[in-house]
């Protein structure tokens, strides 16, 4: 089974119904050729002001499956529980 997806084109009338909703919608207008001309494509995600540095790390099974149990965003708490620990420690 191939890994691409199947592009299913719209019928003529789901595409006029499409273009008729489009046509209602007062927040949306359609660009002139002097607007479209001037788009320019989107390049990734934009610089961060304070960059993560890429690291190979290892960490204890439980300490990874506890994160993890954790859904969606695990590495950011891990990243904000580190940074805690470091505030708390830090000599100053």
């Known amino acids: 089974m191939s890994s691409k997806r199947k592009l299913i084109h719209p019928t003529p009338e789901e595409d006029a119904a499409i273009n008729a909703a489009i046509a ?3 927040d949306t207008y359609e660009l002139n050729d002097q607007e479209f001309a001037r788009l320019r494509p989107l390049r990734g995600r934009p610089k961060s002001a304070n960059p993560k540095i890429l690291l190979s790390v290892r960490y204890s ?3 990874v499956e506890y994160f993890k149990s954790t ?3 695990w590495q950011a708490r891990m990243d904000e529980v580190l940074k805690e620990y470091v505030e708390r420690h830090r000599a100053g």
Do not use: K, N
Request: hydrophobic share 10%.
């Open 24 to 26: 209602e919608d007062p």
């Open 61 to 63: 099974p439980d300490v």
């Open 71 to 73: 859904g969606e965003g």
